[in-house]
């Protein structure tokens, strides 16, 4: 059964985009929310990136200038209480 899923890059962006990609594969819907510091310019990440495209997936980030929709405290909070389950990286 799918189920609203989010995931939270606080420690590792990269993983954290590689395991919201790989969750839709199960049908699920999936929100990625970027964390604490600037998601680094890198080969692994820019691939990454492309994968969450393909996986219809948009990033979106709680630290400002790096390109994506902003999440605010309000809004993180009312995201992780309306997911079914969330997953830290």
């Known amino acids: 059964m799918a189920k609203p899923i989010l995931v ?3 420690r590792d962006h990269t993983e954290a985009m590689r395991v919201a990609a790989g969750l839709t ?3 699920h ?3 990625l929310i970027l964390m604490t510091s600037p998601v680094a310019d890198t080969p692994e990440n820019r691939l990454q990136a492309e994968t969450l495209e393909l996986a219809c997936i948009t990033p ?3 630290i400002a200038d790096q390109g994506l929709a902003i999440v605010s405290a ?3 909070a ?3 209480v309306s997911a079914a389950a969330v997953i830290t990286l």
């Open 74 to 76: 309000p809004a993180l």
């Open 78 to 80: 009312a995201a992780m």
């Open 29 to 31: 819907t999936v929100r």
């Open 8 to 10: 939270l890059g606080r």
């Open 60 to 62: 979106e980030a709680t």
């Open 25 to 27: 594969i199960f049908g």
